[in-house]
Structures are given as C-alpha cells and as structure tokens.
Nanobody, 123 residues
Framework: QVQLVESGGGLVQAGGSLRLSCAAA????????MAWFRQNPGKEREFVAA????????EYDDTVKGRFTISRDNPKKMAYLQMNSLKPEDTAVYYC????????????????WGQGTQVTVSS
C-alpha cells in the first residue's frame, strides 16, 4: 500500500507559478512511478506528467511542455510539480498518482491516488 498526500495548490494570476508537492508513505513508495493528473468537473481525469523511480524517464502532456517540471526526491519520498507561466486553462484539481512499472498516461492503470489539490488560475 502507498498513501499519497498533495499540497501546494491555490489561487494564482495568469503568468504566475505554483509548486505542488506529493508526500508518499508506505512500502517501497520510492520505487513507484509517480504522476500528476488533473480534472475539472464533468470531465475526465487527464494526464499532466510522470517520472519513473530513477528519474531517467519523464513524460509530459503537450499542453504543459516547457512550462511544468516534474521531479522527485526518493529519500524524502516526495514528488513535485513546478508549474510556471500558468494559464487559466490550467485550472483544475491536481492529483498525485503512483504505480509500479513504467510510465503510462492512462489514469485507470495507476493504483494509488491522493485526495487532490485545487489550482485556480485567474485571468
């Protein structure tokens, strides 16, 4: 079992920055692929970024490439999402997710989820 807790969401103006954190706890949490997804009401959860345990493989959705950076600190069992140049369309609840094995952009394949943190970008 892996438990995930997100933090760092909030309200920011367009063009601003936020850093989301995901604290992982549980057996071998540091060996899991970590990912960020986001979701708005009535819409499907969408992939944002993911990073494997070694940090040697990282993937981003095209909508956030060049603006968001995913990273992790295995000794601390933490994952991060640095979000720069935020746009109103980035507004969503952001979820941290974890799974064993490689990166996938499909939400239902991830085994563990946090409770989500709201990010609101005003224009």
């Amino acid at each position: 079992q892996v438990q995930l807790v997100e933090s760092g969401g909030g309200l920011v103006q367009a063009g601003g920055s936020l850093r989301l954190s995901c604290a992982a706890a549980g057996r071998a949490a540091e060996s899991h692929t970590m990912a960020w997804f986001r979701q708005n009401p009535g819409k499907e959860r969408e992939f944002v970024a993911a990073i494997v345990w070694s940090s040697l493989s990282i993937e981003y959705d095209d909508t956030v490439k060049g603006r968001f950076t995913i990273s992790r600190d295995n000794p601390k069992k933490m994952a991060y999402l640095q979000m720069n140049s935020l746009k109103p369309e980035d507004t969503a609840v952001y979820y941290c997710a974890a799974k064993l094995g490689g990166i996938t952009t499909v939400a239902k394949v991830y085994d563990y989820w946090g409770q989500g943190t709201q990010v609101t970008v005003s224009s």
